[in-house]
């Protein structure tokens, strides 16, 4: 009995070695900086746009995705002067409407937007060039997805190449989650297996980037970080100062994105079903390490970085609507 007995804290002590090895433990991410009044406000104009709405960069473009429309859903302004471009993407069931608005990306070669409609399990393709010309430019449809497994966001490379969240739903109410490649032209996944262990549903946000061959997992349930090359290797898992393997009940982050050579995380910590939504941004070098925390101020809905302006381009749910903060700041 006693052999088994240390047969078994062997084998116990040897996992729990192997799943700190090549892990960051960051016990507090105490440098914080007050940027409350470095937020520059974005006007829209006489653009309405509801109090959720995703951005994205786009080439010479800033184009933001209006969840809440009643009319047009995508809004598409220079991303220099923030001056409007033009609006499209119709609500309702019709075959050129947008039915459930998804994630839109950027093809840069052809000067293509594509617009997934989670409702009609597709993705539209406009033209840029087209609806500059024709704002009734009417979309075709670029990829219908499967019901088996789709993206729920991604980053468009090529055709055959893609990074996002993929969705496998396992009943009418549950799914799977987890991050990898993606063959739009094929609907071939190929996913990343890993899910930490302490972990039984995996939730994540999502941010790549090719220059420095880096996919990061940020997790919604638990404050880690999960760092992969872009071949979905696990290089590391950091976790923060309010990790807890038995899992806290609370929301931790809500949106990512690389910037450059720094990885920029919204942060919640809340109350999973009752708190205000995430106020700071922390900032990792692209390794993981904690450099800061940005003390926004406001609630962030979302993000993204315009890197030819130098910008962290912030919409909000406050009495600035959007808003940037200089890279510098990072």
Known sequence: ?????????????????????GGKWQKQRANRVDVRDKVTEISTGDILIGNFAHLYVCGRYLVIADFRSFDKQVHVFDKQTFEPVVSFGDKGQGPKEITILGTVAWNEEEHDLY?????????????LDSLLANPLHEPTTKVKLGETAFPSNYYYVNDTLSYGVVIKPTSV????????????????????DYVHPADDK????????????????????????????????????????????????????????????????????????????????????????????????????????????????LSLDDEIQFGYIDSGLL
């Open 173 to 192: 109410s549950t799914f799977d989650q987890t991050s990898g490649k993606w063959n739009m032209m094929t609907g071939e996944f190929k996913t990343i």
């Open 1 to 21: 009995m006693k052999v088994v007995f240390y047969f078994l804290v062997v084998l116990f002590c040897s996992a729990c070695a192997s799943e700190q090895k």
């Open 115 to 127: 617009v997934t409609d989670h409702g009609k399990l597709e993705i539209f393709r406009y033209n």
């Open 202 to 313: 995996k939730r994540i946000v999502l941010a790549v980037s090719l220059a420095h061959n880096t996919l990061v997992e940020c997790n919604q349930r638990f404050d880690l970080i999960s760092l992969y090359n872009l071949e979905g290797e696990l290089q590391c898992n950091v976790y923060g100062p309010n990790w807890d393997a038995s899992g806290d009940r609370k929301k931790h982050f809500s949106d990512v994105a690389i910037c450059g050579d720094k990885i920029v995380a919204a942060y919640v910590g809340g109350d999973y079903a009752h708190h205000d939504g995430a106020r700071v941004l922390h900032v990792f070098n692209i390794q993981g390490e904690y450099l800061k925390t940005l003390d926004v101020g406001r609630k962030i809905n979302h993000f993204c970085y315009d890197e030819e302006n130098g910008r962290l381009i």
